[in-house]
């Protein structure tokens, strides 16, 4: 398995500009976030998804859009991009919490974006 | 979910063991203790959760005291690999979504 991957690895967008952050996994994981991370920080929860065609948002869900047609993909969307969306953005997936409140998320390996 | 408090950064010699703090004094019945990782910029890793008893596992062993207000991770033998940022979650089981709260972590330097 590839786990999860993204794509681009690094981008740099220009203010105003949008953009689509590609999220996909080959586990049939229910499960799937968006985090992004800015420097020195944790990580804060943008958008979720427990299922195809099921979003919703997190912590930080303003300038941002997603949608899950798919078990496999869960794409971040950033429309009119500004500089305080430079940040890493990691996706994540996890199969639905079982028993015991096993909820180990897989994730992968971060796209980094600066808006200028 | 509790919130949880991590000192800021620690020191380990290579091959000690590291013992990894945390505080969730307001962790109620139902809620998890979680342990990830978060190797030089990677996505973070699941490393350990448990409720009420002490748990191990092939990268390390979660203590949670009696009263469930703190826990301690323990790497048994750190190496240089382990440097890295450790985050404590707490998370209630129903948890919609499985949503995990980050908080900033404790960055662990092991040192040779």
């Known amino acids: 398995n590839a786990g999860v991957t993204q794509t681009p690895k690094f981008r740099i967008l220009k203010i105003g500009q949008s953009m689509t952050l590609q999220c996909t996994q080959d586990m049939n994981h229910n499960y799937m976030y968006w985090y992004r991370q800015d420097p020195g920080m944790g990580l804060k929860l943008i958008y979720y998804?427990?299922?195809?065609?099921?979003?919703d948002k997190g912590e930080v869900p303003n300038g941002y859009n997603v949608s899950r047609s798919t078990t496999e993909d869960f794409p971040l969307r950033l429309e009119l991009a500004a500089p305080s969306q430079t940040s890493v953005y990691f996706c994540a997936s996890s199969s639905a919490a079982g028993q015991g409140g096993m909820n180990e998320q897989y994730f992968g390996p971060g796209t980094r974006l600066t808006v200028t | 979910d509790a919130k949880t408090t991590q000192p800021t950064s620690m020191d380990c010699a290579e091959g000690r063991a590291a013992n990894l703090p945390c505080n969730h004094s307001t962790i109620s019945g139902n809620e998890y203790v979680y342990w990830y990782r978060q190797i030089h910029s990677q996505g973070p890793q699941y490393i350990i959760h448990g409720l009420k008893n002490n748990e191990t596992n092939e990268m390390a062993s979660l203590i949670i005291t009696e009263d469930r207000k703190s826990s301690t991770l323990i790497l048994p033998h750190a190496t240089l690999r382990d440097t890295a940022v450790y985050y404590c979650i707490v998370r209630a089981h129903y948890n919609q979504g499985g949503k995990l709260i980050f908080g900033q972590g404790t960055e662990l330097s092991v040192k040779p």
């Open positions: 998804s427990v299922g195809a065609g099921i979003t």
